[in-house]
């Protein structure tokens, strides 16, 4: 007969042979941000911030676009064909030049010469060239270049506005009317801009004479 006393040992002899696994009871360890590194990190990323605020604001960038008088330096009747043969120079710019020279014809040939997009934009760098001419009371240079903005951006009100103006003090009553009944049609508002419209129109009725004619506003 078996003594059970020898059963038992033989029975934790056996189980003592097989390695003992160790079940880990703890998730591992998440990584924490300690308050006072958050804080020193903000800090340091509010101050970088502020030195290159400051530097920008003591080393201002420089603009890069040309300015216009830069643009338009040489852009006489005696200077313009030398000026436009510059090799630096943009198509664009040799419109405005040519444009602002009196060369209207040639600046029209250049304009056609242009893909649609780089067109609308030359148009509306000689209409901004062409508008403080305008208000200067040049009518002579601004009325023929107003002439071309309009016959590429018709329905620049303002363009069309200046280019009535232009021919109705220099006395050419049929393409004054012409534009500013156009420009009357396009714009709605009723301001000081319609209202020399409406009394230009009304002296060319009544047959004023050139030097009693309103152009512009007083200075």
Known sequence: MADPVDDHVSRVA???????????????????????????????????????????????????AAEPAAVLRGCTSLEVEQTVRAAA???????????????IDRARELLHTMTDPMRAQAISEVFNVAHPIADR?????????????????PDNYMAVFHAGMAEFALGHDA??????????????????????????????????ELSKREAHFPE
């Open 137 to 153: 009371g040049d009518d002579e240079s601004a009325g023929p270049i107003m002439a071309l903005v309009v016959e590429f951006w």
């Open 14 to 64: 056996q189980t003592s042979d097989e390695p003992l696994r160790f079940q880990p009871q703890v998730q591992p360890p998440i990584a924490r941000l300690r308050p006072v590194f958050v804080i020193a990190f903000v800090a340091t990323a509010a101050f970088a911030l502020g030195v290159i605020a400051w530097d920008m604001w003591i080393h201002p960038r420089e603009v890069t």
């Open 89 to 103: 120079m943009s198509d664009i710019e040799r419109a405005m030049c040519l444009a602002v020279a009196g060369k």
């Open 175 to 208: 393409a004054a009317r012409l534009q500013l009944e156009r420009f009357l049609a396009m714009y709605q508002l009723h301001d000081v801009w319609r209202a020399r419209a409406d009394r230009s129109l009304a002296a060319m009725a009544t047959h004023t």
